[in-house]
Structure formats: C-alpha cells, structure tokens
DNA sequence: GACAAAAAACCGAACGTTTGGTATCTTTGG
DNA sequence: CCAAAGATACCAAACGTTCGGTTTTTTGTC
C-alpha cells in the first residue's frame, strides 16, 4: 500500500480517504494523534502525496470541519423538509440525526466535530455560527424547544464519552414527544 | 508535605499554578496548547521546575483530570446534603454545578474535563466509571431524569462552545422544576 | 489512433522546529 | 552545611513543511 507510485490513480478517492481517516483518527484517539503522517499513512499515501491534496495540516482540519457542517446541514435540511408536522421540525431533525446514525461513521461525525472544535478556538466559533444561523431560521417553529435540543447535544456527548443510557430508545421517544404541538 | 505551614519558598504554589494554568490551557486553546513548556511558562518556572513536580506530562495530565473529577464530586455530594427535597437531589446537584460557576475559573473546570476527557480514550473510561458510579449511588432519588442531566450536559457544552441560549435564567428553573416531585 | 508534451499525482529524503524527557548545575532557606 | 527548589543545557524523537525527482494521466497535434 505504500507504493501509490503503481496503482491507479484516484485522486479523490485519496483525498476522500485523508478526510476520513482524519475524522476518524481525531474521534477515535483524539487530536494529538492526527498527524500527517498518521492520517497518511492510514489513507495509504506518504506525507508528500498528503500535501498534494492539502497545502497544510490546518487546510486539512478546515475543510474537514466544514463537511461536517455540510453533512450535518444537509442531513437536517432533508429531516425538515419529510416533516408533515411544522412545529419543532427543526429540532426533531436534531434529534434524529444524532439518534438515528444508522450510517456506518456517523458516530464519528459527532466525536470528530466535538474534538476538532474543543482544541480550535476559531473552529469553536464556527460552530456557535452556523448553529446560531441554522437555530434563527427556525425560530418560528422551533421556540422554546432549548431543553430538548440541549438533551440532543447530551446525547450524543454521552456517546463519546461512554456513558450507557438505560432506556435509550425510550428517552428518545420522550424528547420526539416534547417537540410535538401540545406536549404530544 | 508533613510540614503544613512555614514552607520554605512555596512550591505548592506551584504545583498548584501549574495545575491551573494547565487547565486554563487546555479549555481555551486545546489539548494541543497544553505543552510542558507553555504550562511551565505560564506558572512562572522553566521546564526544569516542571519536572521537579511532575515526572512526566502524563503525571500532570492525569493528576489534573483526578483533581477536576474530586473537584466535581465534592461539589456534587456538598449540593446534595444540603437539599431538603430526596427527590432528584442527585440531577439538582448535577445542574447547579454547572449552571452556577459563581468561582472564577469554574468554567473551565468543565471545558477542561471536556478536552482530557475527548483527547484520551483512558480518560473518557475514567470520566464514565466515576459518573456511572454517581448515578448507581443516586438510582433510587434519580430515576427517569435522564433528560435533565443530559439537557445539563448540554448546557456547559453550549458555554463551551459559545452557542449563546436566550432564556439561560428561565431555562434552569424549568430543568430544576423537572426534578422535583410530581412535575412541578 | 499515434505520440510527444504537459500536467497531475505521488514519492522519499531532508529541513528546521518543537516536543517531552534527562542530566547537571546553581540558588534558596532553615 | 545541606537538602529542597529551580535553572540551564542538552538529547533523541516526532512534528509540519519544503522540494526535487518519478510515475501516471491527460492534453494537444497530426
């Protein structure tokens, strides 16, 4: 695997690989271990095929961050738009993208975001934007829903962490009922 | 440490400053901030003074995330004693904690604990041990407020994070009327 | 299509810096 | 004087980055 030199050359396969391998080296073994040799190597390229596709190791972390904003937006969009019932439809769709991570990596959205923002003040702020945008469009339907979109963030925090929730699928149910007009 | 009071020069002032800025550190700029040399400068020794205290970055590492835990739990068994009402004392003690950082660099307390925990996969062990401890010592006052101590997560997440929330104030009465008995 | 030229993709070694750690001095206070 | 407290000097390893070279793919021309 070390000699790309003789294989096909697929390059967004490669870079594809080196986003991926970074989110998950960062949400498995946490930012110290993402090196560029380490995200190379698992993406099956030295260090000079890494910098091909990234000028830097932060331009790797950037557009890495804002996939992760893409994908979860895009994944939140789509919730919003299948949902018959307006009120708390935002929030519902939180909910359901951390929940329902039936995807194979999803999971790692998650730790990898969290991570990412955690040890990058700017990225910290990147965040609270375009959460403060998102949470703005949605402020009509999606009022006084804080606490369950506060849950939602627990949720999947606890995940990473480790810590078991008994009755998941139950409390889950309970926070769906919460964003429904009416309290259910 | 047999003689308490008339130190010689004040190492424990020390000791105690590069535990502090350690975690000052790594709650505003990350894990990746928190070198020996920044921790040492920041407490006014070079890394020669460092190493008098700590072995190794490990040692203070880990002193620091053991410290941050009997920090939380003292706070927590303290809230707890002193409520009147059994009923949910425990998810109380759990929210007051994090809603009321009244000491200066209590904040961080959480931020730091956050960044130890996500950048060392022994610490997000260490972290779900010692919670689930909590929780199996409180099962019978805190059952089925889940919600609470998740939406509490949640909670200095989004201080870490900068997610300004309208209604902070509001928004802790209501957790805290969740916890008491019948509702509210 | 053939075929050379150009571009893209990637390697591999080296660079200068920073990291954590160690070993050896020097200062301090009782 | 003497041990604790800390400074200074140094080390090997790892880090991110740079760069010239090599291989593959695309492009332009006939």
Sequence with gaps: MANAHKRRKQPEVVRRNLLDHAARIAAESGITAVTVQAVSAAAGVTKGGFTHHFPSKQALM???????????GTALAERVQVDPEPHG????AYLNVVVNRDSDEKLNTW???AVLMLNDPDLR???A?????RLDQYRETDIDLAIVR???DGLWLSDISGVPLPDREQLCTRLVQLTLPRGR
Tied chains: 1, 2.
């Design 89 to 92: 439809a935002f929030t519902r």
């Design 129 to 133: 934007d375009w959460f403060l945008l």
């Design 62 to 72: 950037d557009a890495l961050f804002q996939e992760l904003l893409n994908d979860i």
């Design 111 to 113: 730790a990898s975001l």
């Design 150 to 152: 506060l849950a939602t």
């Design 125 to 127: 702020k990147t965040w």
